[in-house]
């Protein structure tokens, strides 16, 4: 077995064949959060719960996004009571959310005509109910934190969703990083990447090419008029299935000089430590102080500080910072993301946390890899693809 069928292996979590095109498992878990709900009306005490935030609707609707509207004020939001539920839409996107979005999921619509305003329909509907609420809105009772903590726990056909967007997002990065050429600039192959998502059905969110040594100067480095001469780092985070996930991939046109070599093979080490303590009921806290004696042992202990090291990630693109003094225990079916940048260097992929440990949701399809041993375990991440 050749390495990249061994980091698909540890990428591939064992979940029962799930059906991402035909509607039966999505509507299935679209059930499954109808229940959970149910039990959060129950123990709120209200009567129904509205939802307006995108990273909610997507949950609530196993991936559906309110895309192509303007307007944040004619957003579509959803409506669920303990049995049943409702799109409220605008006329003008009722037909296209139901055909393209929400299809054969046991919804029904309440719609506001396009030249009446949102506020009315909503007003309408809470009046007499006690309503919770993601949003503050009128009288309702806001449980947003108690949505973000619901969502956190993936589902079987949510983690089949998660894989899928990962093999994509990293075939888009390697498939670029193979491509791209000496001269090129950070924003034409900014343009490689997202066409390549875009192309598959992918929502690019953030997209980040460091050229040559830019990045030890922006650590959050966007992309601009700067051509690629000798290094390239492309970081972008993307969402489909209403997921998000995160990754990085390096480049070098010859061999990288030993600044870079030097940063990068620091990156990966950090990055690794950080993957060896993703189990469930790890405390951020002691993950990042490991990484942080990782980052002194290495002599660039002043990087750690420069950057966000990593987040919990899921329906939004950052769902929370993991910091010092983050003492939440990590649970199974969480996502999240490490990010370690050491000098122009990124070492960056999407994690689930199960109960045998961290696997890749954004594993390298075809890439040269680096083997880490740390206490006498092994585990792999992306090197630089020498050119």
């Known amino acids: 077995m050749n390495t990249t069928e061994e980091l698909r292996l540890q990428a591939s979590p064992s979940v029962v064949d799930i059906n991402l095109i035909a509607p039966m498992d999505r509507r299935a878990d679209v059930e499954l959060k109808q229940t959970k709900v149910a039990t959060l009306l129950q123990e709120t005490g209200c009567d129904g719960l509205l939802v307006m935030q995108p990273e909610n609707f997507a949950w609530l609707t196993g991936g559906g996004m309110p895309r192509g509207i303007l307007d944040p004020d004619t ?63 009128a009288a309702c009772k806001v449980v947003a934190p108690e949505l973000r903590q619901l969502r956190r726990s993936l589902s079987d ?100 000089d030993v600044n870079f070599r030097r940063d990068h093979d620091a990156a990966c080490k950090i990055s690794a430590t950080y993957v060896a303590g993703s189990w469930p009921d790890s405390i951020p806290r002691q993950i990042l102080m490991t990484g942080q004696r990782i980052f002194q042992l290495t002599g660039v202990e002043h990087e750690f500080f420069l950057a966000p090291q990593g987040h919990l990630t899921g329906y939004a693109p950052v769902e929370g910072n993991l910091l010092l003094s983050d003492e939440q225990l990590l649970q199974p079916r969480w996502a999240l993301t490490w990010c370690v940048a050491v000098g122009a260097a990124v070492s960056c992929d999407t994690f689930l946390i199960t109960e045998d440990g961290p696997r890749a949701i954004t594993a390298a399809e075809n890439w040269p890899l680096k083997r880490i041993r740390i206490q006498g375990a092994e585990f792999v991440r992306p090197d630089v693809l020498v050119r």
């Not at 409702?86 to 030249?115: A, M």
């Not at 922006?218 to 990754?247: I, P």
């Open 157 to 256: 056909y949510e983690i089949a969703c998660y894989r899928t967007l990962g093999q994509t997002l990293s075939h888009a990065l390697e498939a670029t990083g193979r491509t791209l050429s000496v001269g090129d600039t950070e924003r034409e192959v900014a343009g490689q990447v997202t066409h390549r998502l875009l192309h598959r059905g992918v929502q690019p969110l953030v997209v980040s090419v460091s050229a040559d040594s830019r990045g030890r100067v922006y650590r959050q480095a966007a992309f601009t008029s700067t051509q690629v001469q000798h290094t390239c780092v492309m970081t972008v985070a993307a969402r489909k299935y209403g997921l998000c996930a995160r990754a990085s991939r390096a480049v070098s046109f010859g061999q990288a």
């Open 75 to 137: 957003t579509p939001a959803v409506y669920f009571t303990a049995d049943a539920r409702w799109l409220l839409c605008s006329n003008v996107d009722t037909q296209r959310l139901f055909d393209e979005e929400i299809d054969g999921l046991g919804f029904q619509v309440k719609e506001w005509p396009w030249h009446l305003e949102r506020a009315a329909l909503l007003a309408d509907l809470c009046q007499g109910r006690n309503v919770a609420s993601d949003t503050p809105c």
